[in-house]
């Protein structure tokens, strides 16, 4: 079911940007596809993406740039992480995202649950993750600044690292960024409006280039006695910093503009 499950939704976003209700823009998507078919999937080389979250429809509208025929094949189709008291509230919905390859996960139980052990078995088997690094939606309006004065993107949850560096062997860790989706699904609207995406969003989707196998592997040789701790700190950060460097070349420094108020409130 998991295929026919992601194949309604795949459609059901792409049909929202043909009809002209929202227009994407993707870059680097072969770098992603050249990932999804290595031969190294099969000896246990699993694929990560990372990306910021900035809409509670990041997932699955990102998924729209893909070939529709992706979302057929389980293997060509990513899993991820969904927090148990949004997406697995009732029967039906957890049998919709269990079905849509999503495992449930429980905010405050840490990185040693049984999502995370599950996707890091996913990884051993060569499967494709996706994670939302900061673990919740953080729209660029409540950005906080830095030092320097410029947005800085909220840290990553030390999961991330613990994925990447539990698993047998080091995956393929792509950066992502994603821009526009906090038009398209505003934060802190009235109901009914906060149900509905706002049309005319311009939404960007931006693959950059995998993180060195060398720059991880560096990252974990140079913490004193293999202290696990400080490797997921350190490879967390690594991760973070590169999806925050990529959001830097794609929005010319500014990490996204605030969201504006919907004239329909």
């Avoid at 929202?22 to 699993?46: C, F, M, P, W, Y």
């Avoid at 079905?99 to 049984?114: A, N, S, W």
Wanted: aromatic share 8%; charged share 15%.
């Amino acid at each position: 079911m998991a295929p026919a499950t992601a194949t309604l939704v795949a459609l059901t976003c792409k049909a929202y940007i043909n009809s002209g209700l929202a227009s994407i823009k993707v870059s680097g998507l072969q770098t992603l596809v050249k990932a999804l078919h290595d031969e190294q999937r099969n000896q246990g080389h699993g694929v990560v993406t990372v990306s910021n979250h900035i809409s509670t429809l990041d997932d699955p509208m990102t998924w729209a740039v893909l070939p529709w025929r992706y979302f057929q094949n389980p293997r060509l189709t990513r899993w991820t992480l969904g927090a148990s008291e949004i997406m697995f509230t009732n029967p039906f919905l957890s049998e919709f995202f269990s079905h849509g390859q999503v495992l449930e996960t429980f905010r405050g139980m840490g990185i040693f649950q049984p999502s995370v052990n599950t996707s890091i078995e996913k990884l051993n088997q060569g499967e494709w993750i996706h994670l939302y690094g900061e673990g919740k939606v953080n729209q660029p309006a409540k950005y906080e600044l830095d030092a320097s004065g410029r947005a800085s993107l909220p840290r990553f949850k030390w999961g991330v690292g613990h994925m990447i560096t539990s698993a047998s062997n080091i995956p393929t860790v792509i950066p992502m960024w994603i821009s526009g989706f906090d038009k398209l699904m505003p934060e802190g609207r009235r109901a009914p409006f906060k149900y509905f995406p706002r049309p005319g969003a311009q939404l960007t989707v931006t693959f950059g280039d995998p993180i060195a196998p060398e720059a991880l592997l560096k990252t974990i040789q140079n913490i004193p006695e293999a202290d696990p701790v400080r490797i997921r700190t350190h490879v967390t950060t690594l991760v973070h910093d590169a999806v925050e460097s990529l959001g830097r070349s794609v929005s010319g420094n500014t990490l996204g503009n605030a969201v504006p108020k919907d004239p329909l409130e």
